[in-house]
T-cell receptor
Framework: DARVTQTPRHKVTEMGQEVTMRCQPILGHNTVFWYRQTMMQGLELLAYFRNRAPLDDSGMPKDRFSAEMPDATLATLKIQPSEPRDSAVYFC???????????????FGPGTRLTVL | AQKITQTQPGMFVQEKEAVTLDCTYDTSDPSYGLFWYKQPSSGEMIFLIYQGSYDQQNATEGRYSLNFQKARKSANLVISASQLGDSAMYFCAMREGGNNRLAFGKGNQVVVIP
């Protein structure tokens, strides 16, 4: 049963610390998405990659957030330095959209619940 | 501008009854896809059903069906024969043609009571 995995599932840290979240997409999926979910803003797309190349990171605060895909099996989202307003659930999702098609679903991981004190 | 609008307050539904969750969307792209996801209290996002803008028939997946009214730009989710396990947040989302981004609504909370 192929699933997207995310680590850690929960993270509590202090303001100013670096946070790294990891995601393993489903094998064979070529597109990876990072979302952030908060009560106020709902689900927001932070960034996404296709074939490991960043395609859109316009939703991400550039000064403190960075997203990378060192290889096809690992995506990372890093916050440095973290702030209390970064407290949220961060979801990774993967998919294999066909060019010109809108019907490919995204498979979500279980999320990383981040609390910044 | 809000792409996806879900404005219903939290809903209580009697077990075995049907429930309809409203979703309206805004796009000028003729090619788009509409998705519904379920998020139970455990937090994971579960894909439920998909409707394409060119699909002639309403999508159905088991107890889930999508009431797609293109002219009204609405894509309501119908859950038939509600079960206790249907208690969750439900999110409507849209992908516009040529764009991999999914725009999500704020969600509808459903609580199924025995």
């Amino acid at each position: 049963d192929a699933r997207v995995t995310q680590t850690p599932r929960h993270k509590v840290t202090e303001m100013g610390q670096e946070v790294t979240m990891r995601c393993q997409p489903i094998l064979g999926h070529n597109t990876v998405f990072w979302y952030r979910q908060t009560m106020m803003q709902g689900l927001e797309l932070l960034a996404y990659f296709r074939n490991r190349a960043p395609l859109d990171d316009s939703g991400m605060p550039k000064d403190r957030f960075s997203a990378e895909m060192p290889d096809a099996t690992l995506a990372t989202l890093k916050i440095q330095p973290s702030e209390p307003r970064d407290s949220a659930v961060y979801f990774c999702a993967s998919g294999f959209p066909q060019r010109g098609s809108v019907d490919n679903e995204q498979f979500f991981g279980p999320g990383t619940r981040l609390t910044v004190l | 501008a809000q792409k996806i609008t879900q404005t219903q307050p939290g809903m209580f539904v009697q077990e075995k009854e049907a429930v309809t969750l409203d979703c309206t969307y805004d796009t000028s792209d003729p090619s788009y896809g509409l998705f519904w996801y379920k998020q139970p209290s455990s937090g994971e996002m579960i894909f439920l059903i998909y409707q394409g803008s060119y699909d002639q028939q309403n999508a159905t997946e088991g107890r889930y069906s999508l009431n797609f009214q293109k002219a009204r730009k609405s894509a309501n989710l119908v859950i038939s024969a509600s079960q206790l396990g249907d208690s969750a947040m439900y999110f409507c989302a849209m992908r516009e043609g040529g764009n991999n981004r999914l725009a999500f609504g704020k969600g509808n909370q459903v609580v199924v009571i025995p």
